[in-house]
């Protein structure tokens, strides 16, 4: 996924897409404000229905939500037999740890240092 760098809070960056916008903990050597930068995208904490984890008719997209609340809208997909299940927003795939059959919408409500961001430096 391509997002652009709106601010940063230490190793907490905040950032816009095309899906959206998001928040994360930075991996690696920190980015700069305003550059664009190709990243893999995992939420970190276990995804349970009903906790975290809500079936949806909603839009894809990601959001920040107030006190700094993720949210990925998707839906869960097996990338390849017998792999992990992660969610599909648009035409990024999040890693996640999954639980559900694939095609399900969903919608991951994870706090920002729940989620992980790495430079791919495509």
Known sequence: MRVIIERMEGAIAHFHSDCGRGIGRWEGDLPRVGEAYGVEISIDTPLILGVNLFRTQEPAG???QEGGLFEAVGEVVELYAGGPLSIRVS????EADL???????VVARVR?????LWDTHI
């Not at 035409?91 to 999040?94: A, G, R």
């Not at 639980?99 to 919408?105: D, Q, S, Y």
């Open 99 to 105: 639980h559900l059959p694939a095609g399900t919408p």
């Open 91 to 94: 035409d990024t795939v999040i």
């Open 112 to 116: 920002g240092e729940d989620v992980t």
């Open 62 to 64: 990601l959001r920040v």
